[in-house]
């Protein structure tokens, strides 16, 4: 856990509760509020916070990204799709056995095409790469766990932006291609135990993983997913740039 983890998350849970709601009930209770009680999760050293100063920093950023949704929710006001499932997953290779899933921010109902439009909440700074597999991987999630077509998808900014930033849609083909290569070699990494880094010297996702494991992280016991949650030291964060959440 670390401060960007901890405010990304809580504002993606604000937020996700919406999606549960019809949308005449959405605003019914502030969303502000909705904000302060996810907040109290990760407050202190649950969401890596060791001073007051640093989390009233962060939970400030929060307050004001749920402010900018709640002054001009565009497609949060508007009809949406609620895949029925928790967890929305499918076969993307039986004959490799490899299931696909995950959990995608807002899916927004186009009335005039019956359509589908996906919509990713990002509360970190840096933009997404043009080469994340995030949006394929959303794309065939949504194609394959409801019935209607996508014909939209769209980044949110909530940091500094009251606009979404429309994405191109991937072809569907090579969607499956890139997503079904990569799952490939990590269920072959995992079966002969073999993890070798491909930009090792250059890559920095291991690094708090490895300070924990050389015991110099602190346990504050197990999430809501039922991870066990440390935090590093005082002083060490994960900057802010390197921070992506999907909830």
């Known amino acids: 856990?670390?401060?960007?983890?901890?405010?990304?998350?809580?504002?993606?849970?604000?937020?996700?509760?919406?999606?549960?709601?019809?949308?005449?009930?959405?605003?019914?209770?502030?969303?502000?509020?909705?904000?302060?009680?996810?907040?109290?999760?990760?407050t202190g050293k649950k969401g890596g916070f060791f001073s007051t100063e640093k989390e009233l920093e962060y939970q400030k950023r929060g307050r004001d990204m749920i402010a900018r949704v709640y002054n001009h929710p565009g497609p949060i006001a508007e009809l949406s799709v609620k895949i029925q499932k928790d967890l929305p997953y499918f076969w993307l290779s039986e004959d490799d056995n490899i299931i696909l899933c995950g959990k995608i921010d807002w899916?927004?109902?186009?009335?005039?095409?019956?359509?589908?439009?996906?919509?990713?909440?990002?509360?970190?700074?840096?933009?997404?790469?043009?080469?994340?597999?995030?949006?394929?991987?959303?794309?065939?999630?949504?194609?394959?766990?409801?019935?209607?077509?996508?014909?939209?998808a769209s980044y949110w900014y909530l940091e500094d932006s009251d606009m979404l930033m429309e994405k191109a849609l991937p072809a569907r083909d090579k969607a499956e291609h890139d997503v079904l290569d990569i799952a490939r070699r990590v269920k072959l990494a995992r079966q002969l135990r073999k993890f070798d880094c491909p930009k090792e010297g250059e890559c920095y996702h291991c690094a708090t993983y490895e300070q924990i494991l050389r015991d110099e992280g602190e346990f504050i016991g197990i999430d809501e997913y039922n991870y066990d949650v440390y935090v590093l030291p005082s002083g060490v964060t994960i900057e802010d740039d390197q921070e992506s959440v999907i909830l």
């Open 1 to 42: 856990m670390s401060p960007a983890l901890a405010l990304g998350q809580a504002v993606h849970e604000s937020l996700e509760a919406l999606s549960q709601l019809p949308r005449e009930q959405r605003f019914r209770e502030p969303l502000p509020n909705r904000f302060e009680r996810a907040w109290q999760k990760v």
């Open 107 to 152: 899916l927004e109902y186009l009335p005039d095409t019956d359509s589908v439009h996906i919509i990713d909440f990002k509360t970190g700074k840096r933009r997404e790469d043009p080469e994340s597999l995030q949006l394929p991987i959303y794309y065939l999630l949504v194609s394959r766990c409801q019935k209607r077509d996508v014909t939209k």
